[in-house]
């Protein structure tokens, strides 16, 4: 079941910024967690960053933690990441999931495709 809708993938150039959004359906309830994943093509999907709903903590893949921002907005049930000094190896599909109190990661939408390129 899709859950989330992400948007504000794009094409920029290296050393751009981009700022990917998802809002999770109005459906949704007990959020424990939302994150961001990626997958480059031909590799596997990792984990970019996510953060806990209540509390606001965040986790960051190490190599990404300083580039990227995570951040939510609990009342609209979004979930942000502030992406900057791109490189061509951030060309992904960036995924957003919800994590619930009663479910591992689920609702994944359909990504927004990144690609950083000259």
């Known amino acids: 079941q899709v859950q989330v809708t992400e948007s504000g993938g794009g094409l920029v150039q290296p050393g751009e910024s981009l700022r990917l959004s998802c809002e999770a359906s109005r459906r949704v309830f007990r959020i424990a967690a939302m994150g961001w994943f990626r997958q480059a093509a031909g590799k596997d999907r990792e984990l970019v960053a996510a953060i806990r709903w209540s509390g606001g903590g965040a986790e960051y893949q190490d190599a990404l933690k300083g580039r990227f921002t995570i951040s939510r907005d609990n009342y609209k049930n979004a979930v942000y990441v502030q992406m900057n000094s791109l490189n061509p190896e951030d060309t992904c599909v960036y995924y957003c999931?919800?994590?619930?109190?009663?479910?591992?990661?689920?609702?994944w939408g359909q990504g927004t495709q990144g690609t950083v390129s000259s």
């Open positions: 999931a919800v994590q619930t109190l009663e479910s591992g990661w689920s609702g």
